[in-house]
């Protein structure tokens, strides 16, 4: 459908609506939609098994409800998650998965909520938004920590959320001395060692969903004295998986895996899946939830929009995978895929040759981080355990039901051959069919995104997709001799991905050093960051110090990232750059962006 014909679509369908509302009170045809969100909270919660939490009105809403078991966020972060929430649309397709990017969206995507404001919905958020690109505040009747559905006219169906912080990753930065859950008791998952920072912060945790459970019925309180609850559809969930290390940020179970309970009053009851206190194994992710909404209310969902409605008159068929992403994490660079369909998770590393456990600033706040860290350079861990501080494979592949924690790598297993085939093929239509624009270094989206939209570079012949994937696959078929070929490329992302590939080949790759040494001269400053970092490694020290020195005076955040990434790995071969890097520090100790973040750790290893 095109813009005008839907314009014309959405036009007559208001038109309708008001007249036939005209003069009425509430609007009984159209239900209010609230939605109660936590943040940074995998599914600790009784309705969903787990004995030690302490979550009595989530567990009362589930017995009222429909609780989803296989609920995924499309990001282990908040902000690409909320971009995805907000637009109905995978950031990975519009360029906003990096976190805290502001990269512009194209005119045509709308925020959802202006959708259902301009049908007669009241629309209200309380509080956060973070939508990782520009803001669309016309969306919103009212947005603010005072935002509630009581402003509403008298008679007017809302659309109304509360969003609870309670329960973020910051909650456990300073250890509390009294707990309610007992630290010694603590259920801990496999690759964590039971510190006692981490039985600490675990516990402190579970204390903390405790308190965003009270809130959760506090609200629902609110709704039922207000004589709203017959007319109110309720969605209780979280923004993404959390919090302890190895969680946020992510790509298993315990980032991704979300809850999602969903309560429909006796008056609704035939827009539900199955009768409260059902549970449904149908696949959801946040890509779904924009259309989702808009059907339940009965606005046409836009055709640009990526995810399935699963619920309401324009419900689609059950999706078979849920698909997620991780970009740049903070300061970090890394590039992350996955895949999940009901019984496995499949996870795709493009940028293998980086740990996981890279230095996230924020992240490194939690006392449990700080202690597991120690506990690996002591030598204190077992093999599981110490799995974080160590590169990534390629490709990972878990049996959920029989390995939950994730730490049972299959990729290798023969008799899962077929399922990590048939896993990587809808990873790789999936990328193809969204025109993944994650490929392109993010110091180039930074440029490109100063002329057009990311979404728009994507679909256009500037993007060959097709040839990137093409030469990541040489890669997982370790094709040297292709790979080098690809170093002299007419294609600025395809050398990008050429170089990176020969520092994830190492000493293999040392057939392509005279390739490698006549791209630190590349028009692309990427490029030629990630050709020093394959040099340094394969001997070439000297140029490629130098060639990374020369990036950190770029004018460009995201190279001066990229470039502090490499050196971060260096050690005391980095040291001829110190002067270089202590010129990003500004005399403003709260200055927080992230070439400042990246360059302050690197001062600090540098100094020691």
């Not at 009105?57 to 902000?79: H, M, R, S």
């Not at 570079?457 to 890669?475: E, G, V």
């Amino acid at each position: 459908m095109n813009k005008n014909i839907r314009f014309f679509v959405m036009l007559a369908f208001l038109f309708v609506t008001l007249f036939a509302t005209e003069g009425k009170g509430q609007q009984q045809d159209r239900p209010n939609i609230l939605w109660i969100v936590s943040e940074d909270n995998s599914p600790l919660i009784g309705a969903y098994g787990d004995a030690f939490a302490t979550t009595p009105n989530i567990d009362q809403l589930a017995k009222e409800g429909v609780l989803y078991e296989n609920a995924f966020a499309t990001a282990p972060v908040c902000a690409p998650s909320r971009s995805t929430l907000i637009t109905g649309v995978y950031p990975t397709s519009m360029g906003t998965q990096h976190m805290r990017s502001t990269y512009p969206i194209p005119e045509m995507i709308q925020f959802y909520p202006r959708y259902l404001r301009e049908a007669g919905y009241y629309t209200s958020n309380n509080v956060k938004k973070d939508y990782n690109t520009e803001d669309q505040p016309e969306a919103w009747d009212e947005s603010s920590n005072q935002a509630t559905y009581k402003n509403r006219k008298e008679g007017q169906p809302f659309f109304s959320i509360f969003n609870f912080t309670t329960s973020h990753e910051s909650s456990i930065h300073d250890s509390l001395a009294d707990l309610r859950h007992d630290p010694e008791q603590v259920p801990i998952p496999a690759y964590h060692p039971r510190t006692p920072e981490m039985k600490h912060d675990w516990a402190q945790y579970y204390d903390k969903v405790e308190d965003m459970d009270k809130q959760v019925g506090q609200v629902l309180q609110e709704l039922e004295e207000a004589g709203l609850a017959d007319n109110t559809i309720v969605f209780y969930y979280s923004d993404h998986g959390g919090v302890i290390g190895r969680s946020k940020r992510f790509m298993y179970e315990s980032g991704l895996h979300i809850p999602l309970i969903i309560r429909f009053p006796e008056k609704y009851k035939h827009l539900a899946p199955a009768n409260a206190g059902s549970r449904t194994d149908r696949l959801v992710t946040f890509v779904d939830f924009p259309p989702t909404i808009l059907s339940l209310a009965g606005v046409p969902i836009p055709d640009y929009m990526q995810g399935k409605a699963f619920l309401g008159e324009q419900e689609d068929e059950p999706r078979e995978y849920a698909y997620s992403f991780r970009g740049r994490m903070d300061e970090r660079i890394d590039m992350v895929r996955s895949v999940r369909d009901k019984k496995y998770r499949y996870v795709r590393n493009f940028m293998p040759h980086k740990i996981y456990a890279q230095y996230i600033e924020y992240l490194w706040r939690a006392p449990s981080m700080k202690s597991w860290e120690r506990a690996y350079k002591a030598g204190e861990l077992n093999e599981v355990q110490s799995k974080f501080w160590e590169t990534k494979p390629l490709e990972e592949l878990y049996d959920v039901d029989a390995d939950p924690d994730n730490v049972k790598n299959l990729a290798d297993d023969p008799q899962h051959a077929s399922v990590l085939k048939r896993m990587r093929e809808a990873n790789q239509d999936w990328m193809l069919d969204i025109r993944d624009v994650g490929f392109t270094p993010e110091a180039m989206m930074e440029e490109i995104a100063k002329t057009t939209t990311l979404y728009e570079f994507a679909r256009s012949k500037d993007y060959p997709l097709k040839k990137i994937i093409k030469t990541i696959d040489m890669i997982t078929e370790k094709d040297v001799k292709g790979i080098t070929k690809q170093l002299s490329s007419n294609e600025p992302i395809v050398r990008y991905w050429a170089a990176t590939a020969c520092t994830i080949f190492g000493e293999n790759a040392s057939p392509a050093v005279p390739d490698l040494k006549g791209l630190v001269d590349d028009e692309e400053v990427s490029v030629r960051i990630a050709a020093a970092e394959a040099l340094y490694h394969l001997g070439e020290k000297e140029v490629a110090v130098q060639t990374l020195n020369d990036a950190l005076k770029v004018d460009n955040e995201m190279a001066r990232v990229q470039a502090i990434n490499v050196l971060e790995t260096m050690e005391d071969d980095a040291k001829p750059t110190l002067s270089a890097v202590k010129a990003l520090l500004p005399d403003n100790e709260d200055n927080r962006n992230y070439d400042v973040r990246a360059a302050r750790r690197l001062v600090e290893k540098l100094e020691q």
